[in-house]
């Protein structure tokens, strides 16, 4: 009996093991909140475990792109995605996507990071990386993968912003080539000139568009961590029970 007791307690301790913790950049599809939290997302994206996916969105404020640290980036596209003014740091509204409470990158490159490494989107055969979708609308894809975000030519225009609307023509600070890798005037860059894209392009013109003054007011690319979608509680249940079996059967013999 006491075997017994401790061989369940294993198990149920292995079932806990399994269960992944409440987190941003995790949707539960057996947890009522979730599903009413990403209906939109779960449906366009048509969702199922083990799914990952991350967004992207250019933003509706705008910055210069004087300063020479990719932190300021980084931390003025995530306040824009989570309703924070990026300028004073005061709640706002309007962001679709501060519910989710993911974290955000620029999709930028400066003296010391580029872009690909700062959103962390390296190609391997191994690990190509997971589908990106545009925040709002359709939730159309704008990439099939990493080798696809980073090939000149992604699948649709950036040009929804975090409310979900669609922006004017205009330019969005880079400092980044194509591939992803800083370019010869990135953000920052002390001659007073860095790169931007075009946002009503998906040709490499989206990310390599012309040098800019740096004191001109641009919107900036951001995108979001990898979210997965986790397995359900029934399914590591399910692992929990064929261990248990895997284990008397080997008792028994």
């Known amino acids: 009996m006491f075997k017994h007791t401790i061989l369940w307690a294993a198990v149920a301790g292995l079932v806990l093991a399994l269960a992944p913790a409440a987190q941003?950049?995790?949707?539960?599809?057996?947890?009522?909140l979730d599903v009413a939290k990403y209906g939109p997302l779960i449906t366009a994206l048509n969702l199922s475990d083990g799914d990952i996916f991350r967004m992207v969105f250019v933003t509706s404020?705008?910055?210069?792109?004087e300063e020479t640290g990719i932190l300021y980036y980084n931390t003025f596209v995530d306040n824009v995605a989570n309703n924070v003014d990026p300028y004073t740091g005061e709640p706002v509204t309007g962001?679709?996507?501060?519910?989710?409470?993911?974290?955000?990158?620029?999709?930028?490159?400066?003296?010391?990071?580029?872009?690909?490494d700062n959103t962390v989107t390296t190609y391997t055969d191994e690990a190509?990386?997971?589908?990106?979708?545009?925040?709002?609308?359709?939730?159309?894809?704008?990439?099939?993968?990493?080798?696809?975000?980073?090939?000149?030519?992604?699948?649709?225009?950036?040009?929804?912003?975090?409310?979900?609307d669609t922006t004017g023509e205009g330019m969005a600070w880079t400092g980044s080539l194509p591939t992803g890798y800083r370019e010869g005037y990135y953000l920052g860059h002390s001659a007073g000139y860095a790169e931007a894209g075009w946002v009503q392009h998906n040709?490499?013109?989206?990310?390599?568009?012309?040098?800019?003054?740096?004191?001109?007011?641009?919107?900036?690319?951001a995108m979001s961590e990898p979210v997965t979608v986790v397995p359900e509680p029934a399914t590591l249940a399910l692992l929990g029970l064929g261990g248990v079996g895997l284990?008397?059967?080997?008792?028994?013999?």
């Open 203 to 221: 040709s490499s013109l989206w990310i390599n568009g012309g040098h800019q003054g740096l004191y001109g007011q641009r919107w900036v690319y």
């Open 24 to 32: 941003a950049g995790t949707i539960d599809l057996s947890n009522p």
């Open 95 to 116: 962001s679709i996507v501060a519910k989710y409470g993911w974290t955000w990158k620029a999709i930028g490159s400066t003296a010391d990071d580029h872009a690909i």
């Open 247 to 253: 284990i008397l059967s080997r008792k028994r013999r």
């Open 128 to 164: 190509p990386g997971y589908p990106i979708y545009l925040v709002g609308g359709d939730y159309d894809k704008v990439a099939d993968d990493y080798k696809d975000l980073w090939n000149g030519d992604i699948d649709i225009a950036i040009r929804r912003d975090e409310t979900g």
């Open 61 to 65: 404020a705008t910055t210069t792109a």
